[in-house]
């Protein structure tokens, strides 16, 4: 586990600035729809913990809007990042670096919103996604929301064949791995960009209903139906784009079109 947690760390230590232009410029449509789909459940006012917050895209966007916020990752970089960014913004936010694993600098019950998105696709075994899922629930108030990402195991090939798609010909472990396991859908937990966990939408729906206290509320892809078109939505006049988001906005949490996405985020709510 020491391994994994230093290499994820020095992953996200070595370039904070690419992390934060993967939704700013490459995947703006992933942010532009998990936003609109929290805000269904944000209430003003709300106290908020961004637990893998990175280098700050949502906790930045939710101090702006006038909450309380506080960041936690595991990478020092990120967080002297997502702090940056927050003064550029004009914006105060609490940022930290920490384990998902272990809050225990926050006591039970303290934030009405939970972000965990990042550490359960970098944990690689089940007890450790449980534990961060126990963690967060914690700390979280009766009633209040958990938001949990994931990547998806045919996320892998969606990539695939947006990216670089000759890798289906190639006869390589690890891409077809992959491909195999998607076609299989089985989820798998490797080496990839990093330590990584990718997972069927059974798989990770299993997991938040296997944590006693949480009951969930929803789940939605975060690209909805976009995933395979990035470039095609790039080359796009900015109004064309626009109505294409609103338009995916509307199968984003619709159970048939699920796989058509990269990431999944459910929601949960804490029983009272």
């Given at each position: 586990?020491?391994?994994?947690?230093?290499?994820?760390?020095?992953?996200?230590?070595?370039?904070?600035?690419?992390?934060?232009?993967?939704?700013?410029?490459?995947?703006?449509?992933?942010?532009?729809?998990?936003?609109?789909?929290?805000?269904?459940?944000?209430?003003?006012?709300?106290?908020?913990?961004?637990?893998?917050?990175?280098?700050?895209?949502?906790?930045?966007?939710?101090?702006?809007?006038?909450?309380?916020?506080?960041?936690?990752?595991?990478?020092?970089?990120?967080?002297?990042?997502?702090?940056?960014?927050?003064?550029?913004?004009?914006?105060?936010?609490?940022?930290?670096?920490?384990?998902?694993?272990?809050?225990?600098?926050?006591?039970?019950?303290?934030?009405?919103?939970?972000?965990?998105?990042?550490?359960?696709?970098?944990?690689?075994?089940?007890?450790?996604?449980?534990?961060?899922?126990?963690?967060?629930?914690?700390?979280?108030?009766?009633?209040?929301?958990?938001?949990?990402?994931?990547?998806?195991?045919?996320?892998?090939?969606?990539?695939?064949?947006?990216?670089?798609?000759?890798?289906?010909?190639?006869?390589?472990?690890?891409?077809m791995m992959i491909y195999n396991n998607a076609e299989a859908?089985?989820?798998?937990?490797?080496?990839?960009?990093?330590?990584?966990?990718?997972?069927?939408?059974?798989?990770?729906?299993?997991?938040?209903?296997?944590?006693?206290?949480?009951?969930?509320?929803?789940?939605?892809?975060?690209?909805?139906?976009?995933?395979?078109?990035?470039?095609?939505?790039?080359?796009?006049?900015?109004?064309?784009?626009?109505?294409?988001?609103?338009?995916?906005?509307?199968?984003?949490?619709?159970?048939?079109?699920?796989?058509?996405?990269?990431?999944?985020?459910?929601?949960?709510?804490?029983?009272?």
């Open positions: 586990m020491r391994e994994e947690t230093d290499t994820i760390r020095s992953h996200y230590d070595t370039n904070p600035q690419k992390e934060w232009d993967r939704l700013k410029r490459r995947f703006p449509y992933e942010k532009y729809i998990t936003i609109h789909m929290m805000d269904r459940y944000i209430r003003p006012g709300n106290t908020i913990l961004d637990i893998g917050g990175g280098p700050g895209h949502y906790s930045v966007h939710y101090a702006r809007q006038g909450h309380d916020v506080t960041l936690l990752d595991l990478s020092g970089e990120n967080v002297r990042f997502a702090k940056k960014k927050a003064r550029q913004y004009g914006v105060k936010i609490t940022a930290l670096q920490g384990n998902a694993l272990d809050l225990s600098r926050f006591a039970e019950n303290t934030f009405d919103i939970v972000f965990l998105m990042g550490p359960l696709y970098h944990l690689m075994n089940e007890e450790n996604r449980l534990q961060a899922v126990r963690e967060a629930k914690r700390v979280l108030k009766p009633g209040g929301i958990l938001f949990s990402s994931f990547i998806l195991m045919f996320g892998g090939v969606i990539y695939g064949i947006r990216e670089v798609p000759e890798t289906i010909t190639w006869d390589r472990q690890k891409e859908e089985e989820s798998v937990a490797f080496q990839s960009f990093t330590y990584a966990y990718m997972t069927t939408v059974r798989d990770a729906k299993k997991l938040m209903a296997s944590v006693p206290g949480l009951r969930t509320k929803n789940a939605f892809g975060q690209e909805s139906i976009l995933s395979p078109y990035r470039y095609v939505l790039a080359g796009m006049p900015k109004k064309t784009r626009m109505a294409w988001y609103d338009y995916a906005l509307k199968f984003c949490d619709k159970e048939d079109y699920l796989t058509h996405t990269e990431h999944l985020m459910i929601v949960s709510e804490k029983e009272t």
